[in-house]
C-alpha cells in the first residue's frame, strides 16, 4: 500500500536516534521519581511472535507514557535463555545449545527494536551468562546454609520425551507434560528441593494486599491449598489376616487428616495411599497380588492422573488389603484398602472415607459394595449420591441436631478430648523439586565426597561451569554424569576424590529473580546490591502471560521472601510485583499461536510493509488487552487501517500545517496547497486566521482537552483500544473543522468574499500537537518525525510533558435532554449535564409541547435517566 511518508525509513532513524542519545537509559541516582515497568523476559526460540508483539508494545507504551510523566522507568530486557529446546536441538541436529541459543537471541532481538519497544539495554541478562551462572549459585549455597535447600529421595514425575524431571506445576491437567505433549511417570530419584511450604502462609496472607488480577490470586491459593481440619487415629484392627475384637494398646494405627471431622458417624472405610509405609503390614497373604498390581500401576500414573475423577474405573484403583480399622466415633471396624487417588504427600497418605458426603468416595463406594452412611440431612428434592453442603446432622450421636458449622468445632473438641487427635492445617503446596537431569542449565554448586557427604562448593570457587565437549544422546540422565572431567573432582574440604553434582537446576531458578539483578546488573560483587534493588523495586507494573500465574508468579514471590530471609536482600519489600497484568493470548482458528503448533504469523512482513507504529496499533486498538484475539482472514485489512489512520495523522499534523503558512515579512501569503483530505486533489487551505478564536475555535479546544482527558485515563485503566478509538475520532473532528473552514476566495479574508471562517491557526496546532503527544506512546516514531516536522531539527515529542486537560474545557456545557410522552419524543431541551432526577422531571412536566399532548391528564409514571431521557406516561 502506498503511504504518505517513508514509513521504514522513518522507523529505522528513530530507533537509531533513541539508541544513540541514550533516551530510555535510567539510573538509581536519577533525580526524578523511579518506576519500574517489566515485561516477563522471553525464552529466545528465535525472532518476535505477535505474542511478543503484544507483549512488548503494551510494556512499551507503559514506559513512554511513564516518562512523559516525569518519570524514571527502569525498563530492561534479557533472555530467559537456559531450557530443553536448545538442548533437544542439539540432540537432534548436533549444534551447540550455546550457539544455537545465541543465534535465537540475535534474532529476537533484532525484530523486539524493529517493534519500536525501548529498553535500557546497558542492562541486557542472558541466564546462560557465567556471571548470572554464578550468582545463581550463590544463592543456591546461601538457601543451603539457611536449610532452604536440601536433598530428599522422593517420587517425581518424570517426561520420556524430555528426559527429566518436572515439577508439579509442569504437568497438565490430563497427565501430560506442557512442553513435549508425552504421558508423565513416575520414579523414585535423589533430588534437591527448595522448602517453599515454609513460606505457605505468608505466600498466601499476602496475596491480598497485590493489585493482581483476581483470577491469577485466586489460581495461587488454590495451588497452595490452605485446609484447616483435625489430624486423627484410626486404630488397626487384624493386621495379619485375622479379625480382632478389639484393637490393643500396641496395634498399629492410621492417621488421618480431614476437614469435616462431623461426617466421622459416616466412616465406613478408610484408604492408604500405595506409597503409606504401613501398606505391606497392612495387606495379608490373600490380597498381596492385588495390593502389588496396584502399586506398580500407580508408580507409573502422574499425580494428575492420580487426582482426577477421570480414567481408569475406580475398581481398578483400590484394593482391599484385607485389614480393618476401628472407627472412633462408631465403634465400627472398617475396611482399609490401597487407593491411587490418595497421596503419600498430601496430609498423611491415608484418609477417612464418608461416602455419603464425598462425591469420589461415593463412586468408589458404589464400586466395590461398601455401606453409605448419611451424616447431613440433605434438602427437599435433593436426588440421592453424596450430598457436600450444609445441613443439620443426623445418625451421628452426640452430634444430631447440630449444623454443620457447630458440629465441626464440637468433633474436633471431641478428638482432642479424648486424646486421639489435635487440630491440624495442612497445604496442597509441596517443596519446589529444582533438580533437572539435563546439560543446558546451572549446574548444582555442591559435590558428594564419601568421608564429607554433601559439600558446598566455595564461593571463590564459583562458577561451577558446564564444559562444552559433551555428548547429547537421549536419555535418563544428564550429559554431565557422562563427562568424567566434569563429574570428578576433588573435596573442598578434604581435598580427597569426590564428584560433582551432574543435574543441573530448574529454569524456573533463573526466572525467580531476574528482576533484582536488573536494578544493579554490573555488581561483581553479590546478586545485586539491596540498597540500589531498593530504590528501584517493587515492580510497579509487570506484564505477562496468564499462564505463568502459578509456576513463574509463585517461585519469584517465594525468592523474593527467601533472598530477604539469608541475607541478600535486606530492605527489599517482601513482594516483587505491585500489579500485574496478564495479557490475552493469540489464537489461530481457535488455537492458541505456538511455534509447536506451526501456527505463527511473524510480525516481519509487516515491519517490512505497512510498519510497525501500524503492527502496534493493531494490537491496541483490536480489543480489550486482557481478552484474547481471534487472528482471522480480515485481519490484514485491520492493520492495513490501522496504517491508512497514520497517513491521515500525517497529513493532518504535518503536511496541513507544514504547506499554508501566515504572510511572509513582505506582506506576501505564501501560496496555499493541496492537503490531501478531501479526496479532491489541488483543494487548497485557507490562510490561516490569527484572530480571535470564533465559537467553532472554541469547540475545537473543548474537543482537544476531552480527548486528552479520555486518553489519559484510558491509558491509566488499560483501556488501550478505546483509547486509540478516541485518537480516531479525534482525527475525524480535525478533519471536519478544516473541511468546515472557508477556502480561500477571491477576496480573501474573513466575510462574504471568503466565504465563511478561516482556520485558527494558534487552535489548530494545539490541537495537532495534542494529537501527537498522546500518540507518541502508541504509534512512537510517526509522533516523533511529525513532531519534529513541526517543531524543528532536534525536536522530540517524547521528551515532552504529558499533556494535562482543563477540568473547565473537559466539562460539557450542555446536552439534549429528550423528552417522550408514551414513547413518542415530543421536545427536546439543552440542559446541564449534571441535571438531577427530579430536575429533569420537572422539566419535562412543565414544556409546554408534553402539557399540549396531557392536556388535563395526569401522567401515570415518570420515567428519568438524566441527562439524556424522559419518558412521561399517561
Not at 452426640?398 to 465441626?408: I, N, S, Y
Not at 496547497?673 to 470564533?694: F, K, T, V
Request: proline letters at 7%.
Amino acid at each position: 500500500m502506498a503511504r504518505a511518508y517513508d514509513v521504514q525509513a522513518v522507523e529505522k532513524k528513530w530507533q537509531h536516534l533513541w539508541s544513540d542519545e541514550h533516551t530510555y537509559e535510567v539510573d538509581a541516582d536519577d533525580p526524578r521519581p523511579p518506576k519500574y515497568v517489566l515485561c516477563m523476559y522471553p525464552y529466545p526460540s528465535g525472532p518476535a511472535h505477535q505474542g511478543h508483539v503484544r507483549n512488548y508494545t503494551f510494556g512499551d507504551l507503559l514506559v513512554r507514557h511513564q516518562t512523559m510523566k516525569g518519570n524514571a522507568v527502569l525498563s530492561p530486557f534479557g533472555f530467559d535463555s537456559f531450557g530443553l529446546p536448545a538442548e533437544n536441538a542439539a540432540i537432534r541436529t548436533g549444534e551447540h545449545p550455546r550457539s544455537f541459543t545465541d543465534a535465537r537471541i540475535a534474532e529476537l532481538k533484532e525484530s523486539v527494536i524493529a517493534l519500536g519497544a525501548v529498553y535500557d539495554w546497558r542492562r541486557e541478562l542472558r541466564s546462560h551468562d557465567p556471571s548470572y551462572i554464578r550468582f545463581n549459585q550463590v544463592i543456591f549455597l546461601h538457601l543451603l546454609e539457611a536449610g532452604l535447600a536440601y536433598r530428599a529421595k522422593a517420587p517425581v514425575n518424570w517426561c520420556p520425551g524430555c528426559q527429566t524431571v518436572l515439577a508439579n506445576e509442569q504437568v497438565l491437567a490430563d497427565g501430560t507434560c506442557e512442553r513435549s505433549g508425552d504421558l508423565v511417570t513416575r520414579r523414585d530419584l535423589e533430588q534437591w528441593f527448595f522448602r517453599i511450604t515454609a513460606y505457605a502462609d505468608e505466600l498466601l496472607e499476602s496475596l491480598d494486599d497485590l493489585e493482581w488480577p483476581e483470577r491469577v490470586k485466586t489460581m495461587q491459593r488454590n495451588w497452595i491449598g490452605r485446609s484447616e481440619g483435625v489430624e486423627f487415629d484410626l486404630k488397626v484392627v487384624g493386621t495379619t489376616g485375622g479379625r480382632d475384637d478389639s484393637a490393643g494398646s500396641g496395634a498399629p494405627v492410621l492417621r488421618v487428616f480431614t476437614t469435616r471431622p462431623d461426617t466421622g458417624f459416616g466412616v465406613t472405610y478408610a484408604v492408604v495411599a500405595p506409597e503409606h509405609p504401613l501398606v505391606d503390614l497392612l495387606t495379608t497373604p490373600a490380597h498381596r497380588k492385588a495390593v502389588d498390581e496396584l502399586r506398580a500401576r500407580a508408580a507409573l500414573a502422574s499425580e494428575i492422573e492420580r487426582t482426577s475423577s477421570e480414567g481408569a474405573g475406580l475398581a481398578k484403583r483400590g484394593a482391599f488389603t484385607g485389614s480393618y480399622a476401628r472407627n472412633p466415633f462408631s465403634g465400627e471396624d472398617v475396611p482399609i484398602y490401597v487407593a491411587d487417588y490418595v497421596l503419600m504427600g498430601y496430609g498423611t497418605g491415608a484418609i477417612m472415607a464418608v461416602p455419603a458426603e464425598d462425591e469420589r468416595d461415593f463412586a468408589f463406594a458404589q464400586e466395590h459394595g461398601l455401606p453409605i452412611i448419611r451424616t447431613t440431612d440433605p434438602p427437599d428434592g435433593f436426588e440421592g449420591g453424596a450430598w457436600t453442603g450444609g445441613g443439620v446432622k443426623i445418625n451421628s450421636g452426640f452430634l444430631d441436631g447440630l449444623d454443620v458449622v457447630d458440629a465441626k468445632d464440637r468433633a474436633m473438641e471431641w478428638i482432642e478430648a479424648e486424646g486421639i487427635g489435635v487440630r491440624k492445617v495442612n497445604y496442597r503446596l509441596r517443596d519446589w523439586l529444582v533438580s533437572r537431569q539435563r546439560y543446558w542449565g546451572c549446574p548444582i554448586p555442591v559435590v558428594y565426597c564419601q568421608s564429607c557427604g554433601i559439600v558446598p562448593v566455595p564461593e571463590d570457587q564459583l562458577p561451577v561451569l558446564a564444559p562444552d565437549d559433551v555428548e547429547f544422546l537421549p536419555g535418563g540422565e544428564s550429559p554431565l554424569a557422562r563427562h568424567t572431567g566434569f563429574r570428578n573432582t576433588t573435596c573442598p574440604k578434604c581435598a580427597e576424590p569426590a564428584v560433582r553434582d551432574c543435574d543441573t537446576m530448574d529454569t524456573f531458578v533463573d526466572s525467580s529473580w531476574y528482576f533484582l539483578r536488573f536494578c544493579d546488573p554490573w555488581n561483581d560483587r553479590q546478586p545485586f546490591d539491596p540498597a540500589v534493588a531498593r530504590h528501584f523495586m517493587p515492580v510497579d507494573q509487570y506484564i505477562g502471560g496468564i499462564e505463568h500465574a502459578i509456576l513463574h508468579l509463585l517461585y519469584a514471590r517465594f525468592f523474593t521472601k527467601a533472598l530477604i530471609d539469608v541475607g541478600l536482600a535486606e530492605g527489599l519489600g517482601r513482594e516483587p510485583f505491585r500489579r500485574l497484568f496478564t495479557q490475552g493470548m493469540i489464537r489461530m482458528d481457535g488455537t492458541k499461536m505456538s511455534k509447536s503448533k506451526g501456527n505463527l504469523v511473524a510480525p516481519a512482513k509487516y515491519l517490512d510493509t505497512v510498519g510497525a507504529d501500524a503492527l502496534r496499533l493493531f494490537h491496541l486498538f483490536v480489543g480489550p488487552p486482557a481478552d484474547d484475539v481471534d487472528w482471522s482472514s480480515q485481519t490484514d485489512e485491520v492493520i492495513e487501517g490501522c496504517g491508512h489512520f497514520l497517513d491521515r495523522v500525517w497529513r493532518l499534523t504535518v503536511e496541513v500545517s507544514g504547506l499554508s503558512r501566515p504572510e511572509a515579512p513582505d506582506g506576501k501569503a505564501e501560496p496555499a496547497l493541496d492537503h490531501g483530505l478531501s479526496g479532491r486533489p489541488n483543494e487548497a487551505l485557507p490562510i490561516w486566521s490569527y484572530d480571535q478564536p470564533a465559537a467553532r475555535d472554541v469547540d475545537l479546544l473543548r474537543e482537544t482537552h476531552r480527548m486528552v482527558d479520555k486518553v489519559t485515563r484510558d491509558l491509566e485503566r488499560w483501556s488501550f483500544n478505546t483509547a486509540v478509538a478516541a485518537c480516531m475520532a479525534f482525527a475525524n473532528t480535525l478533519q471536519r473543522y478544516l473541511r468546515d473552514s472557508e477556502r480561500t476566495g477571491p477576496g480573501g479574508g474573513n466575510g462574504p468574499s471568503g466565504g465563511g471562517e478561516r482556520a485558527h491557526r494558534p487552535t489548530y496546532d494545539q490541537a495537532a500537537d495534542a494529537l501527537l503527544l498522546v500518540l507518541a506512546p502508541m504509534t512512537p516514531h510517526l509522533a516523533a518525525e511529525a513532531w519534529e516536522h513541526r517543531h524543528g531539527a532536534g525536536a522530540r515529542v517524547h521528551a515532552q510533558p504529558w499533556p494535562t486537560a482543563d477540568p473547565e474545557l473537559v466539562r460539557v456545557q450542555t446536552t439534549t435532554l429528550v423528552i417522550q410522552v408514551n414513547g413518542k419524543v415530543r421536545d427536546r431541551i439543552e440542559v446541564d449535564p449534571s441535571i438531577t432526577e427530579a430536575g429533569a422531571v420537572e422539566l419535562a412536566l412543565a414544556s409546554p409541547k408534553v402539557m399540549a399532548v396531557l392536556g388535563s391528564a395526569k401522567p401515570s409514571r415518570v420515567v428519568a435517566r438524566p441527562p439524556r431521557l424522559v419518558n412521561v406516561v399517561g
